[in-house]
Nanobody, 115 residues
Framework: VQLVESGGGLVQPGGSLTLSCAAS????????MSWHRQPPGKERELVAT????????TYSESVKGRFTISRDNVKNTVYLQMNSLKPDDTAVYYC?????????WGQGIQVTVSS
């Protein structure tokens, strides 16, 4: 079982970035997926979730209207499109799923929003 994030980096305020999380080792289409983030010096927080079919999506208040979570059940990948980025969005972003009752995290990827 593996979750591997990609697409992070440095972006200017107001810019956009898309994160990807490639899943392997389990039946991806059967599970809800989520993105979390951990800003420097703060606790990890939930950013967005998506149901196994993609029909249901939820967002934290801090990203609602700016971020979009989506998934491709053929490519076994979940995405996080981030627009209108702010310095407060600076964090390590993690892909997450609960697989047969077992919490599973990706390794995390850094997103830095700075001019």
């Amino acid at each position: 079982v593996q979750l591997v994030e990609s697409g992070g980096g440095l972006v200017q305020p107001g810019g956009s970035l898309t994160l990807s999380c490639a899943a392997s080792g389990f039946t991806f289409r059967a599970y809800s997926m989520s993105w979390h983030r951990q800003p420097p010096g703060k606790e990890r927080e939930l950013v967005a979730t998506i149901s196994n079919t993609g029909a249901s999506r939820t967002y934290s208040e801090s990203v609602k209207g700016r971020f979009t979570i989506s998934r491709d059940n053929v490519k076994n990948t979940v995405y996080l499109q981030m627009n209108s980025l702010k310095p407060d969005d600076t964090a390590v972003y993690y892909c997450y799923a609960i697989l047969v009752g077992r919490p599973t995290w990706g390794q995390g990827i850094q997103v830095t929003v700075s001019s």
